[in-house]
T-cell receptor
């Protein structure tokens, strides 16, 4: 069964550094999402992306965050200058159409030191 | 208005028993209610979902009951098995621009004792 792939599984970064989290959505999917989960807290929506542009973003998704689909297969989340509070599990998801279920990757655990 | 409240936080059930997890939402614009199952080290996997035009949906041992007037929905796992031990998340979805975004409950850690 096709799946969403995320790399790396664990990223450790010094505070203030830039980090790029990578996702390969399911190949025929057109809608892409990033969510995050701080340890012990709920999963939170960050951003949705369609047709090479952001459709919706949450208040968490401030100027230090950006997303990109650099080629036909990858979908990336960049955090420009990481903060301690960015430490979380980041999940990428994709759906075939906008009203279809979202399928999730296994996440990237981001640890900011 | 964007919250989804989930209970209990943790649940222990004997093998063969019924596991029940409850969720409540506030925003009447939500029109899609999925349940996700998550095993340690893995991402959430869609288990079952319901839309508000039906009051119940059953898939195998998993049933969603939906009460639109009370703005509540619940997951019932019949004949619970040790392999069902996982974290379960309810979510609610509405439109955000051209896409849907999921608003998540806090999760329920289910342990099924053999």
């Amino acid at each position: 069964e096709p799946e969403v792939t995320q790399t790396p599984s664990h990223q450790v970064t010094q505070m203030g550094q830039e980090v790029i989290l990578r996702c390969v959505p399911i190949s025929n999917h057109l809608y892409f999402y990033w969510y995050r989960q701080i340890l012990g807290q709920k999963v939170e929506f960050l951003v949705s992306f369609y047709n090479n542009e952001i459709s919706e973003k949450s208040e968490i998704f401030d100027d230090q965050f950006s997303v990109e689909r650099p080629d036909g297969s990858n979908f990336t989340l960049k955090i420009r200058s990481t903060k301690l509070e960015d430490s979380a599990m980041y999940f990428c998801a994709s759906s075939e159409y906008r009203d279809q279920p979202q399928h999730f990757g296994d996440g990237t655990r981001l640890s900011i030191l | 208005q964007q919250q989804v409240k989930q209970s209990p936080q943790s649940l222990i059930v004997q093998k063969g028993g019924i596991s029940i997890i409850n969720c409540a939402y506030e925003n009447t614009a939500f029109d899609y209610f999925p349940w996700y199952q998550q095993f340690p080290g893995k991402g959430p996997a869609l288990l079952i979902a319901i839309r508000p035009d039906v009051s119940e949906k059953k898939e195998g041992r998993f049933t969603i009951s939906f009460n639109k007037s009370a703005k509540q929905f619940s997951l019932h796992i019949m004949d619970s098995q040790p392999g069902d031990s996982a974290t379960y998340f309810c979510a609610a979805s509405g439109w955000a621009g051209n896409n849907r975004k999921l608003i998540w409950g806090l999760g329920t850690s289910l342990a099924v004792n053999p």
